[in-house]
């Protein structure tokens, strides 16, 4: 039996206002039409042959995105604030764009602020001031990486300090763009500003560049992170093939989940171990990785290994360390591998040539490919269409391919995983080759 889930969306009030964004309520008018409250999409899918299958489970229907007829801010008295928080992603500035460029020219909006450098340009001791957003301000920022806002991990803890400054500022919906911190942050925001009777709404859009994110079919940033480490893996291809015995190394992002990795190895046939975090791995030992790499190399002469910043963990010291966000600091398992395998092929008498390849900060900073800025630019719009129509502590989601409303409580209770025993999973250890287990 599939888990039942909440996705009831919070609303700040009756929407009354008709909305200035002129669409139609009629079906085959060739005019693009408004979404109806009762329009939703079904999250559980699945079905089996030969049972007896209900037709609508209410417990599985999600809220469409989009705009309503009615909505429940008067856009001439709306005062707008966006945020960007954690690390960088592609996209970031694209769906700044897609935002403002939504408030101002479907609703009219005039005011819309840019907080700088994360929630801590929200915090009392903020040294950092608002920024003024408009279509000129944002008109080619989608052409350049990172954010205009500038991003920072920590404060949105200060949850009180930040609620104030809402309310000082005469903030009527905020846009919190960032990761399951961040919503989590902006989840803590939206219940105190409830508990003060303010009308505020609080929207997140979903930024993780790992993809883990739960209840979010792609994240954005995602794709383009996948092309871009696509080119890492490319050159440690031709290093490893071109050298003797050569191993081309390359690490990409992946705290928890090894989406990135996953997804890479698919795109890169060259992969010939892709390790992940789901899927422990020995190091020693007789189907130890060590000695996969040692037949492969005595095999094939070379060999490709992607590994994900978060798989190996285990096999490395703790730092005991923390960062602004509360994640813990993982060692690097790159350059922790990098000197394992010559400690391993120098002790065989092996020569091998080792390249190690870190890409995360240039993947990380780059510029949204076309598929990301597309998937940006409607992520933004269907934000602000459910702030102006009084939704709140909600994501803007894509699920079963449709835009949807996900309430941010479920969204955070736990992160996405890549399913060791799933489809996306199978299909890398069939291009890859690699064991399926390599651990005793």
């Known amino acids: ?49 030969g049972v007896e299958n209900p037709v609508v489970d209410p417990d599985h229907l999600i809220e469409l995105a989009g705009p309503r007829e009615k909505i429940y801010f008067n856009p001439s008295h709306v005062h707008a604030a966006i945020v960007t928080c954690g690390g960088l992603c592609p996209g970031l500035n694209n769906v700044i764009r897609a935002t403002v460029r939504c408030l101002w020219y479907r609703y009219g909006v005039r005011r819309i602020s840019g907080i700088q450098n994360g ?40 949850v009180s300090e930040i609620a104030d400054e809402l309310e000082r500022l005469n903030i009527n919906m905020l846009f919190t763009i960032g990761g399951d911190g961040t919503q989590r942050g902006a989840l803590d925001i939206a219940e105190e500003l409830e508990r003060r009777k303010l009308k505020i709404a609080v929207v997140g859009i979903p930024k993780t560049i790992d993809n883990d994110l ?63 975090p789901e899927n422990p791995f020995d190091l020693e030992g007789e189907n130890g990785f060590l000695q996969h790499l040692r037949k492969r190399i005595l095999d094939r002469e070379h060999a490709v290994i992607l590994v994900a910043e978060g798989a190996g963990q285990d096999l490395v010291a703790e730092s005991g360390e923390s960062d602004a966000s509360g994640n813990k600091k993982l060692n690097d398992i790159g350059i922790f591998l990098k000197e394992k395998i010559k400690e391993y092929f ?55 391919n449709t835009f949807v409303h996900i309430p941010i ?32």
Not at 230 to 250: M, S, T, Y
Not at 413 to 434: A, H, M
């Open 346 to 400: 120098k002790k065989e008498k092996i020569e091998v040539n080792i390249k190690y390849i870190d890409p995360s900060y240039i993947i990380r900073s780059a510029p949204a490919n076309p598929n990301d800025s597309i998937y940006c630019s409607r992520l933004g719009a269907h934000a602000v269409h459910a702030a102006m129509a009084g939704k709140t502590k909600l994501l803007i989601s894509l699920v079963n």
């Open 119 to 158: 929630y801590r340009g929200l915090l009392s001791d903020s040294k950092y001031s608002t920024i003024d957003l408009d279509p000129d301000i944002v008109d080619d920022i989608q052409m350049k990486g990172g954010t205009i806002l500038g991003s920072a991990r920590g404060g949105g803890n200060r």
């Open 214 to 276: 739960n209840f979010i079919q792609r994240s954005f940033g995602f794709e383009t992170a996948v092309a871009e480490a696509v080119k890492a893996v490319r050159g440690a291809h031709v290093e490893a093939h071109d050298a003797i015995n050569g191993i081309g190394l390359v690490k990409v992002m992946g705290r928890d989940s090894g989406f990135i990795a996953a997804h890479t190895a698919l795109a890169m046939s060259d992969v010939n171990f892709c390790l992940i």
């Open 409 to 440: 409580k479920i969204a955070v209770t736990k992160k996405k995983f890549v399913d060791i025993e799933g489809s996306l999973w199978r299909d890398v250890l069939e291009n890859t080759r690699q064991p399926v287990k390599m651990k005793k």
């Open 1 to 49: 039996m599939a888990k039942k889930y909440d996705f009831t969306i919070s609303r700040l009030g009756k929407a009354s206002i008709p909305s200035p964004i002129k669409m139609s309520t009629v079906l085959g008018d060739s005019i693009a039409n408004y979404v109806r409250e009762e329009e939703a999409v079904l999250y559980n899918i699945t079905a089996k042959k």
